[in-house]
């Protein structure tokens, strides 16, 4: 039976190698389909709750893991690659500390991959990154190997789409763009897809669908860039941003709504664009655009930690005399997510500015800060000792009536209260 037809009948082995917030929704979604599903991760913690029936994802519960028991296979052996039809890699990429892309993970999982391949499989890259790392990285590797792409292996590109706590749109039900090297490459990878979403959208090349992923995420950034710096433009006209887009939001064509607020978090709105701008740069391209929103949204925890002190100098206040509430830590609301949180940033500066700072978050229970590691309050029974609170992160759960009417000094940097006395607005 060859590869398109164990596609078509369910029978294809996959191993989806990388088990976080792209790998795991993914690799139920095809368990639940009816594939025999192997779920390869290096943290054999993650593999021992799995294993247990235990989720450590807001957007996977215990239940669906519960569900798939007999045909999600986690594991820590590499070894499952080699009884596999399908091997989906789904692991980080984050960026260097001088900002450019770092492909080590992805070095490391074709390093993985290549000595268990077999014939007649397919391997799709979902990793965020620049547009030719799929060819010039995964593919090559394989035709190096002696395997036709196309006829012996296919390979194929398909953009993760994850927005963690989003309960309108989970993974089966937002299309997949799908890129292979060769026409029949794009085909198998299709094929596949088709079984878990409601629409496959074949495109000419992997470096095509790996240029989707960066716009659909320099879009957002570049838009949210922009009302960063309306927000800093209307604070100095004494107008109040929030209102303003509200407004704007009734105009029914030519607006979409973006927010304001401390900063870009998550793995991708910081992190695509430049690799999109790294890319540029080789081909001669200057970004400035993109260049520009990178450094607005970059700059925000600055201006939050400023306009604090400004307000706390208000109150005859200074940092070094102030008890600080952080509210929320994720990179947005009701996640557990704090990668690239601008939160966390906030709280490392006020700390240089020797504050005395607490954070409360319910989804996390501990960060790690430039001096060590901090918990969160257990609770918000007792904050009436602190000078002021700020809203970093705009969780439903967390009661902001109870912490306005015990904290004298609110900021609120995500536009959840409607301002008044003692409250203050980005």
């Not at 990429?93 to 080590?104: A, F, N, V």
């Not at 991959?113 to 990285?137: A, K």
Request: some cysteine; glycine content about 6%.
């Amino acid at each position: 039976m060859d590869l398109k037809e164990k596609i078509a009948n369910k029978s294809a082995v996959i191993t989806v190698m990388g088990l976080g917030y792209v790998g795991l929704p993914l690799a139920v979604e095809f368990a639940k389909a009816g594939f025999t599903v192997h779920g390869y991760d290096v943290d054999k913690s993650k593999v021992e709750s799995l294993i247990q029936g235990k989720s450590y994802i807001l957007d996977v519960s215990n239940e669906d893991i519960q569900s798939v028991k007999a045909r999600l296979l986690p594991t820590i052996s590499p070894d499952c690659i080699k009884g596999s039809d399908v091997v989906i890699i789904c692991v980080p990429t984050p960026l260097r500390k001088t900002r450019d892309p770092d492909l080590t993970f992805i070095i490391s999982a074709v390093q993985t991959l290549l000595p268990r391949i077999s014939t007649q499989t397919l391997v799709i890259l979902e990793s965020t990154t620049y547009p030719g790392t799929t060819e010039e990285i995964l593919a090559k590797e394989l035709e190096l190997r002696g395997l036709d792409v196309g006829k012996d292996v296919f390979v194929a590109f398909s953009p993760e789409r994850v927005d963690p706590a989003n309960p309108k749109y989970r993974t089966s039900d937002i299309p997949k763009v799908v890129g292979g090297i060769t026409h029949t490459c794009t085909e198998m990878a299709s094929a596949l897809y088709r079984h878990i979403v409601p629409e496959v959208h074949p495109i000419s090349s992997a470096r095509a669908a790996e240029m989707v992923k960066l716009l659909e995420n320099t879009f957002r950034s570049v838009n949210i860039g922009l009302v960063n710096e309306m927000a800093m433009i209307c604070h100095k006209m004494d107008i109040n941003i929030w209102e303003v887009i509200e407004a704007a939001k009734t105009k029914p064509f030519g607006f979409m709504a973006f927010y304001p607020g401390p900063g870009i978090g998550g793995h991708c709105i910081p992190c695509d664009p430049l690799y999109l701008t790294w890319k540029a740069r080789m081909h001669g391209i200057e970004p400035r655009l993109v260049e520009l929103a990178s450094e607005i949204n970059y700059y925000m925890p600055h201006y939050v930690v400023d306009r604090l002190n400004d307000i706390l100098n208000y109150h005859g206040l200074a940092f070094s005399r102030s008890k600080v509430l952080i509210l929320g830590v994720a990179y947005k609301k009701n996640v557990s997510d704090t990668r690239e949180s601008p939160a966390i940033e906030v709280i490392n500066l006020l700390l240089e500015k020797r504050a005395d700072v607490s954070y409360y978050d319910p989804f996390v229970p501990y960060i790690h800060i430039v001096n060590g590691k901090m918990d969160s309050l257990p609770s918000l029974e007792n904050i009436k000792g602190f000078d002021c609170a700020v809203i970093t992160t705009d969780h439903d759960s967390i009661d902001y009536d109870k912490i306005c009417s015990e904290i004298r000094i609110v900021f609120d940097t995500r536009g959840r209260l409607k301002g008044g006395d003692g409250v203050y607005l980005l």
